[in-house]
C-alpha cells in the first residue's frame, strides 16, 4: 500500500507509531496519525491547516482527552474515579496498525486517486483521517467545534 | 423488587464511543494491576484465575511487556 507514498507522508506514519508508543497505545489508531499530522515538521501545511482550527498538538491531545472522558461519562465512569499508573513502555513491542488507522490509510489512497494525483502526500493522509464520520477522532473534532468536513474540503485543495 | 438497567445514551455512537472508551480504560486498568499483582508476589496462575482467564492467555497476553519494563520474573 506504501509504495506512492512520499517521503513526508511516510514520515506522517513512522510518527503516529511514536505517538502511540508515547500515549501507551499497544495499536496506532487514526488519532495517534492525526496527531502526528499536527506537527509542524511533520505535517506542513496540513499542519497549519490543523493549527488554524486550534488543533496544534497541544489542542488535539486535549480534544482527544475531553472525547474520552465524555465517552466515559456517557456510560457513568468518570476517568477521575482511577488512580491509572504509569503503563509499563512496551519497549520492544511495536504498535500495530488498527482498524481505525488502515481505513484512514485506505481511504488516503483513494483520495489519491480521486485527486488525480499519482503521489500521495501528508495532506492525502489528513484527507483519509477526516473522512471518517465516526469514531474517535470525528468525535473529538466536533467536541473542539471543529467542521470536520469543511476542514476536509480544504485538505483536498492543499496543494503538494 | 425493581430492576435497574444501566442506561446507555440515546444514540448509539455515544454508546458505541462509551465501549470503546472503557475498553481502553479496562485495558489500562488490566496492566497496572497485573503489574501490581506481580510485584506483590501473585503468581500467573492466580492472576489468570483472579481475572477469569487461562494462564497462558495472561501470560502472553502480559509477560512481554512486563519483561520489557524489568520488572523481576517469578514462576509462571
Redesign the interface.
Given at each position: 500500500m506504501f509504495e506512492r507514498f512520499t517521503k513526508e507522508a511516510r514520515a506522517v506514519v513512522h510518527r503516529a507509531e511514536d505517538e502511540a508508543r508515547a500515549l501507551?497505545s499497544?495499536t496506532i489508531e487514526a488519532e495517534h496519525m492525526l496527531l502526528a499530522l499536527a506537527d509542524a515538521r511533520i505535517g506542513g501545511a496540513a499542519a497549519a491547516l490543523l493549527r488554524e482550527q486550534g488543533l496544534d498538538p497541544e489542542g488535539l491531545h486535549a480534544a482527544l482527552a475531553h472525547?474520552?472522558e465524555l465517552?466515559?461519562a456517557?456510560?457513568?465512569?468518570a476517568?477521575g474515579d482511577?488512580e491509572?499508573?504509569a503503563?509499563?513502555?512496551?519497549?520492544?513491542?511495536r504498535p500495530r496498525f488498527a482498524a481505525s488507522s488502515r481505513r484512514a490509510l485506505e481511504r488516503s489512497v483513494r483520495a489519491a486517486s480521486a485527486l488525480g494525483d499519482k503521489r500521495l502526500t501528508a495532506r492525502h493522509v489528513l484527507v483519509g483521517i477526516l473522512r471518517a464520520d465516526?469514531g474517535?477522532v470525528p468525535?473529538a473534532l466536533a467536541g473542539a467545534q471543529v467542521d470536520r468536513v469543511a476542514l476536509m474540503t480544504r485538505a483536498e485543495q492543499l496543494t503538494g | 423488587m425493581t430492576k435497574t438497567v444501566p442506561q446507555m445514551p440515546a444514540d448509539p455512537a455515544d454508546g458505541l464511543a462509551a465501549v470503546l472508551a472503557l475498553r481502553r480504560l479496562a485495558d489500562r486498568l488490566e496492566d497496572g494491576e497485573v503489574e501490581r499483582a506481580l510485584a506483590d508476589g501473585w503468581t500467573w496462575e492466580q492472576v489468570a484465575e483472579a481475572l477469569g482467564v487461562s494462564r497462558q492467555a495472561v501470560h502472553k497476553k502480559h509477560a512481554r511487556r512486563l519483561a520489557d519494563s524489568g520488572l523481576p520474573q517469578r514462576r509462571r
Open positions: 501507551g499497544p472525547e474520552t465517552s466515559l456517557a456510560a457513568g465512569v476517568i482511577f491509572l499508573p503503563r509499563a513502555p512496551a519497549a520492544r513491542r465516526v474517535t468525535r | -
